[in-house]
């Protein structure tokens, strides 16, 4: 994967898509952004994570909603959290999250549910 499309780019481009749409809509742009990403790139389709994708969507938004940043500079510089790729084993074990299900379709937390956002 290009380097420069790190973990803090994927936080950006689901704040950008939560910005202009909807938690759905975001949510389906970014899982075709990423297949798009992975196959333009010669990436394996196995690498695209359906759960992490959508999860990822639902904790930027409930991020969003807690936040009067204007901006994704100042939004994640009070939301450093976010920058930690491992949060999500915060609401999933590590059995659940990195499962064959979990990869290729939206799984439920088992630990922990994700906060319910607002839009």
């Known amino acids: ?19 202009e749409s909807d938690v759905e809509q975001a949510a389906e742009r970014m899982r075709e952004a990423l297949l798009n990403f ?12 359906e759960t992490m994708t959508r999860a990822w969507i639902l904790a930027v938004r409930h991020f969003m909603n807690k936040s009067t940043s204007d901006s994704f500079t100042d939004f994640i510089a009070g939301n450093q959290v976010l920058l930690e790729s491992k949060i999500m084993l915060t609401d999933y074990s590590a059995s659940v999250l990195f499962s064959s ?4 379709s939206f799984v439920e937390p088992d630990l922990d549910p994700i906060p319910q956002h607002g839009k």
């Open 38 to 49: 992975i196959e333009r790139n010669g990436i394996p389709r196995a690498k695209f994570h």
């Open 101 to 104: 299900d979990a990869r290729e």
């Open 1 to 19: 994967m290009p380097a420069q499309f790190n973990h803090e780019a994927h936080v950006r481009i689901a704040y950008v898509y939560l910005v």
